[in-house]
T-cell receptor, first 115, second 108 residues
Framework: DTEVTQTPKHLVMGMTNKKSLKCEQHMGHRAMYWYKQKAKKPPELMFVYSYEKLSINESVPSRFSPECPNSSLLNLHLHALQPEDSALYLC??????????????FGEGSRLTVL | GQQLNQSPQSMFIQEGEDVSMNCTSSSIFNTWLWYKQDPGEGPVLLIALYKAGELTSNGRLTAQFGITRKDSFLNISASIPSDVGIYFCAGQNNDMRFGAGTRLTVKP
């Protein structure tokens, strides 16, 4: 069983809705990540938080808004999404962000469908 | 960018056969990792490699970190039906990038 917990597992939303994806880990990891994965594609990095500060934003549209309330929690706020944003959203954590500390542990993902 | 080229894209093998897949990049990575992803699940770490030249085994899986730090391979020996899934290589510096994946099908 994964030690990174994501909720909800499935989410269907309209283009005018506001929703949030949540991620939690209790491994004491200090880096947390959001990845987006389309069908039959590899995960694509969206955001990295290191010590609760946003350290990487891969030019993600502002309709995706990450938040890291504390070292165990990571949220992804969704607003005014497009149908092409439908994907599996994966959260991951690692001990640190720097090299050689970064074995990523993934959650099971939140499958998002935008109608 | 730090693009990873993973091959083959897919493999169809008979149970009991050995499997080999690899990843190359034009960029140097400090860490190479191999993940397996089952449908509807997140990727699960199989092997992590931290030193150039390192050869590491995990059961029937063996992976190596290339001397140039620009490549890695994963071998699976004596495949079984539960090996089915998508295998991703990943290279890491300050963030982690994934290869396109190798979709493995094992016929009983």
């Amino acid at each position: 069983d994964t030690e990174v917990t994501q909720t909800p597992k499935h989410l269907v939303m309209g283009m005018t809705n506001k929703k949030s994806l949540k991620c939690e880990q209790h491994m004491g990891h200090r880096a947390m990540y959001w990845y987006k994965q389309k069908a039959k594609k590899p995960p694509e990095l969206m955001f990295v938080y290191s010590y609760e500060k946003l350290s990487i934003n891969e030019s993600v549209p502002s309709r995706f808004s990450p938040e890291c309330p504390n070292s165990s929690l990571l949220n992804l706020h969704l607003h005014a999404l497009q149908p092409e944003d439908s994907a599996l959203y994966l959260c991951a954590s690692s001990q640190g962000q720097r090299q050689n500390t970064g074995e990523l542990f993934f959650g099971e993902g939140s499958r998002l469908t935008v109608l | 960018g730090q693009q990873l080229n993973q091959s083959p894209q897919s493999m169809f093998i008979q149970e009991g056969e050995d499997v080999s897949m690899n990843c190359t990049s034009s960029s140097i990575f400090n860490t190479w990792l191999w993940y397996k992803q089952d449908p509807g699940e997140g990727p699960v770490l199989l092997i992590a490699l931290y030193k150039a030249g390192e050869l590491t085994s995990n059961g029937r899986l063996t992976a190596q970190f290339g001397i140039t730090r620009k490549d890695s391979f994963l071998n699976i020996s004596a495949s079984i039906p539960s090996d089915v899934g998508i295998y991703f290589c990943a290279g890491q510096n300050n963030d982690m990038r994934f290869g396109a994946g190798t979709r493995l099908t094992v016929k009983p």
